[in-house]
């Protein structure tokens, strides 16, 4: 008998890839959404910092110019902290579409997977089909005992 072929291997092998494609996306993300997360917190630390020290400010003698010049820096803090929050939210997006992206590709690989273990054990059964019918015809052929030897 010939041996096991599975005709849609091609296919499974490039589903494989594109998991393992799809794998290394998501873990780019994660690592780039990690990174943001970092920026954020870093960022919100810099603003309450500053936040504090415009509260002591206000207690402190300082000229306008000196408050109006801090004032504005922490409004530029402010925005830099709300951009990393949008930065982090973005990359939680993708991050969520790329799991769902590879939780699809894996489901399609799972089902050419099993349908490949179905093929090979009726491939399996066919040959012991095959090796018990081969069996049989040898012991049908096989010469009966004579009763010679009485």
């Not at 594109?18 to 873990?27: G, I």
């Not at 870093?42 to 002591?56: F, W």
């Not at 590709?105 to 059964?125: A, D, G, M, N, P």
Request: proline share 1%; hydrophobic share 30%; glycine share 0%.
């Amino acid at each position: 008998m010939k041996k096991f072929e599975f005709s849609l291997q091609k296919v499974m092998e490039v589903k494989e890839t594109e998991e393992k494609l799809l794998q290394r996306d998501l873990y780019m993300i994660q690592t780039d959404l990690l990174e943001a997360e970092k920026e954020k917190d870093q960022a919100e630390k810099r603003l309450l910092n500053e936040m504090d020290e415009q509260k002591k400010m206000n207690r402190k003698k300082t000229t306008s110019a000196q408050f109006m010049l801090h004032r504005d820096y922490v409004t530029c803090l402010k925005h830099e902290w709300e951009g990393t929050r949008q930065k982090v939210s973005s990359l939680q997006c993708k991050e969520s579409e790329a799991r769902e992206r590879l939780l699809k590709k894996t489901q399609e690989k799972k089902t050419i997977e099993k349908l490949r273990e179905s093929r090979f054990e009726e491939y399996r059964k066919e040959v012991k089909k095959e090796e018990q019918d081969f069996l049989d015809e040898i012991a049908a052929q096989k010469p009966k005992e004579s009763n010679w030897e009485n």
